[in-house]
């Protein structure tokens, strides 16, 4: 996570990473997660919102299945580097093609799979045929590759095709925010951090760093002109243009997060817990001295889906705890137990309330994890790098860093 001038508001410290991936190993670990009241977090979400324009949009543009646009594909993914393939339990992975991987204002942060999005009874695993890895990334402009002057200016999804029996491609996909009138429909960039996703069933769920989330709907990808410049965003004379994508994803909805404690929470990442139905969140924070992230320990909770597989209008957290490690930027939960991603210590934390804590060495520049559901191979743990030049994605057995 690098920083984000948004994030003054809630404040403290920026990470500089390298490419290099720490030498696997596992460690006690002296500390671990503390409880504290589930009941102080809450969430109001709607799905509706500026439906009458989406659906305005859809009308006037056309909507394009997922497996449609895996045939459109057109960025190779390429091999993923040795020193990640020395990771313990490591089964496979890639990297993007060379822009890029080397393009320092493009930056890659969340990461969910079809297999979060369908289980892996559903197809073993495939969403519309295809068995997807999804990574969301920021783009960020200003002084070119000089984070502290930068500021986020628009979001994407990266659709790379996990399946044998398809290329070896990925499509980019804008994330926008719809705009104007059912009459007059229009949309412009969306302009968060996006430093995590889950995709559950249809609906794709994007953290909003100091608000929630944002939800988009997988049947609600719109196809757009590909003309005009790099620079055109929006609707004008019934044409419209999304910086030269062809696709874009109108946000159709919002998750907003309130607390009685008196402390905001910051989402700065995000994952899917199949088993107890929910999200699990956590926070990047410091120990102290930093000025773009909290210096306070940060927190992680859990929010329940409703029995209908989204969120109720109201949602009370069914779970929270108080991390003792710093400089989070991947959470991960599955069947009572956690993962936590330390970009700041280059470590990967497991802890479960019976058996503690253990630490396990991980790479620099971690972002998010996902966790993969198998019920023929081992379940496994993917996670990807955001350093420039150095952007694997990877999964490796979650045996391996369970204890």
Same mark, same amino acid.
């Given at each position: 996570?690098?920083?984000?001038?948004?994030?003054?508001?809630? %404040?403290?410290?920026?990470? *500089?990473? &390298?490419?290099?991936?720490?030498?696997?190993?596992?460690?006690?670990?002296? &500390? *671990?997660?503390?409880?504290?009241?589930?009941?102080?977090?809450?969430? #109001?979400?709607?799905?509706?919102?500026?439906? $009458?324009?989406?659906? +305005?949009?859809?009308?006037?543009?056309?909507?394009? +299945?997922?497996?449609?646009?895996? !045939?459109?594909?057109?960025?190779?993914?390429?091999?993923?580097? #040795? #020193?990640?393939?020395?990771?313990?339990?490591?089964?496979?992975?890639?990297?993007?093609?060379?822009? !890029?991987?080397?393009?320092?204002?493009?930056?890659?942060?969340?990461?969910?799979?079809?297999? !979060?999005?369908?289980?892996?009874?559903? %197809?073993?695993?495939?969403?519309?045929?295809?068995?997807?890895?999804?990574?969301?990334?920021?783009?960020?402009?200003?002084?070119?590759? $000089?984070?502290?002057?930068?500021?986020?200016?628009?979001?994407?999804?990266?659709?790379? !095709?996990?399946?044998?029996?398809?290329?070896?491609?990925?499509?980019?996909?804008?994330?926008?925010?719809?705009?104007?009138?059912?009459?007059?429909?229009?949309?412009?960039?969306?302009?968060?951090?996006?430093?995590?996703?889950?995709?559950?069933?249809?609906?794709?769920?994007?953290?909003?760093?100091?608000?929630?989330?944002?939800?988009?709907?997988?049947?609600?990808?719109?196809?757009?002109?590909?003309?005009?410049?790099?620079?055109?965003?929006? =609707?004008?004379?019934?044409?419209?243009?999304?910086?030269?994508?062809?696709?874009?994803?109108?946000?159709?909805?919002?998750?907003?997060?309130?607390?009685?404690?008196?402390? +905001?929470?910051?989402?700065?990442?995000? #994952?899917?817990?199949?088993?107890?139905?929910?999200?699990?969140?956590?926070?990047?924070? =410091?120990?102290?001295?930093?000025? %773009?992230?909290?210096?306070?320990a940060p927190r992680a909770v859990r929010f329940p889906f409703a029995s209908s597989?989204?969120?109720? +209008?109201?949602?009370?957290?069914?779970?929270?705890?108080?991390?003792?490690?710093?400089?989070?930027?991947?959470?991960?939960?599955?069947?009572?137990?956690?993962?936590?991603?330390?970009?700041?210590?280059?470590?990967?934390?497991?802890?479960?309330?019976?058996?503690?804590?253990?630490?396990?060495?991980?790479?620099?520049?971690?972002?998010?994890?996902?966790?993969?559901? $198998?019920?023929?191979?081992? $379940?496994?743990?993917?996670?990807?790098?955001?350093?420039?030049?150095?952007?694997?994605?990877?999964?490796?057995?979650?045996?391996?860093?369970?204890?």
């Amino acid at each position: 996570m690098r920083i984000d001038r948004r994030l003054v508001a809630i %404040a403290a410290g920026v990470l *500089a990473v &390298t490419g290099a991936v720490a030498t696997s190993s596992s460690v006690g670990a002296a &500390t *671990a997660p503390t409880p504290i009241s589930a009941s102080q977090f809450t969430l #109001s979400t709607s799905y509706g919102e500026k439906s $009458d324009v989406v659906s +305005a949009l859809a009308t006037q543009l056309g909507t394009a +299945a997922l497996h449609t646009v895996m !045939d459109n594909a057109n960025h190779d993914r390429t091999g993923t580097e #040795s #020193s990640v393939q020395s990771l313990p339990g490591y089964t496979g992975g890639f990297r993007f093609d060379g822009p !890029d991987n080397g393009d320092c204002n493009n930056v890659p942060q969340g990461i969910t799979t079809s297999r !979060d999005a369908v289980g892996d009874g559903t %197809a073993n695993g495939r969403y519309d045929g295809r068995q997807i890895v999804m990574v969301s990334w920021y783009t960020r402009t200003g002084t070119p590759c $000089d984070s502290g002057t930068a500021k986020t200016t628009r979001n994407r999804l990266t659709f790379v !095709d996990w399946d044998a029996n398809y290329p070896d491609k990925y499509r980019k996909v804008l994330l926008v925010t719809p705009t104007g009138t059912a009459t007059a429909p229009n949309f412009t960039d969306v302009t968060t951090h996006a430093g995590g996703i889950v995709w559950y069933g249809d609906y794709v769920y994007v953290a909003d760093t100091s608000h929630g989330m944002r939800i988009y709907d997988m049947r609600k990808i719109l196809k757009v002109d590909t003309g005009g410049s790099a620079s055109d965003i929006g =609707c004008s004379g019934g044409v419209c243009h999304a910086h030269n994508y062809a696709y874009v994803m109108p946000q159709v909805g919002s998750v907003t997060a309130s607390t009685t404690s008196g402390t +905001a929470l910051a989402w700065s990442t995000i #994952s899917l817990d199949r088993v107890s139905r929910s999200i699990v969140m956590a926070e990047y924070t =410091c120990p102290s001295g930093c000025t %773009a992230y909290p210096n306070r320990a940060p927190r992680a909770v859990r929010f329940p889906f409703a029995s209908s597989g989204t969120f109720a +209008a109201n949602t009370t957290a069914s779970e929270a705890l108080q991390l003792p490690w710093y400089k989070i930027n991947g959470v991960a939960s599955h069947n009572g137990r956690w993962w936590f991603n330390s970009s700041g210590a280059h470590q990967l934390y497991y802890w479960t309330p019976s058996a503690g804590s253990h630490t396990y060495a991980w790479v620099s520049g971690g972002e998010s994890i996902s966790y993969w559901e $198998d019920d023929t191979q081992a $379940d496994l743990l993917w996670s990807l790098q955001e350093t420039q030049d150095h952007r694997n994605v990877f999964a490796v057995t979650q045996a391996s860093y369970d204890g």
